[in-house]
């Protein structure tokens, strides 16, 4: 719709980048598991068009309150990053043993990419509504059996799409307007696991609102005990997909 990189894609090459670099810190057990609870704040810094190339840069960034991973997606033809994802791995149902805690302090690298802003997320889902609902499919799962990064991030970009809908940003102003809404940044909190053909339900309510920015916030739970599986933070603009820059919502929206 935003005629750019899909978001689900960018966790799909995530996924597959955390693994290798779990595999050369000796923690490829740990990545394997899938139930690791874990933080994901990704802020994109430019576009990826159609036919750009690019490549993923991954480190260890630190061990002293859990595990912190870093990967930065670069543009291949000119070394500019474009994308930066910092991951927060819980570890206090499981810390690391201190041999592999040692190793991975021998390689720590600095990050030098854009620091976290505080973000604080409705407590109750009052005025949600709900915009994803489905069960777990073979095509979604992981290594580990678990409905997968890429997928759950694809579910929420349908929520999205579902939410715009509901206040007016629906195909037809798309199409008519040449508008998107384009995301510059995501915080993923992964709290839980679904496996094959679990249900899923996604609901999804308004955080902060501006000219032409919005914060969406999404929440995938099972719908059969309420748990949360998984939170996302969705902040971007009306885009004018000609002009590649944000306009302001329009007065009925």
Request: proline content about 5%; aromatic content about 8%; charged content about 25%.
């Amino acid at each position: 719709v935003t005629e750019h990189f899909t978001l689900a894609y960018y966790f799909d090459r995530l996924e597959e980048a955390e693994a290798n670099l779990a595999e050369s810190l000796g923690i490829g057990d740990l990545s394997r598991r899938g139930d690791v609870p874990r933080q994901i704040t990704a802020r994109f810094a430019r576009e990826l068009r159609a036919g750009a190339s690019f490549h993923v840069e991954s480190a260890a960034l630190g061990v002293n309150d859990g595990l912190r991973l870093g990967h930065r997606f670069v543009d291949s033809t000119n070394g500019e990053v474009v994308t930066w994802f910092d991951e927060q791995w819980d570890l206090s149902a499981a810390p690391l043993p201190p041999q592999q805690q040692g190793t991975i302090e021998s390689r720590l690298a600095e990050w030098n990419g854009p620091a976290a802003e505080p973000r604080t997320d409705s407590a109750t889902t009052d005025r949600f509504i709900p915009t994803a609902r489905g069960r777990v499919k073979a095509g979604d799962i992981d290594s580990s059996g678990h409905f997968a990064l890429g997928a759950i991030v694809h579910r929420f970009s349908n929520a999205s799409g579902q939410f715009g809908a509901a206040i007016g940003m629906d195909s037809t102003f798309m199409q008519q307007q040449r508008r998107g809404f384009s995301t510059f940044e995501l915080v993923l909190r992964i709290s839980g696991v679904l496996r094959l053909d679990m249900p899923y339900l996604v609901e999804t309510g308004i955080g902060p609102f501006g000219g032409s920015s919005l914060r969406m916030i999404h929440r995938m739970a099972d719908p059969r005990t309420g748990t949360e599986i998984a939170r996302l933070g969705q902040f971007g603009v009306n885009l004018d997909l000609d002009a590649r820059r944000p306009a302001r919502w329009p007065e009925e929206i």
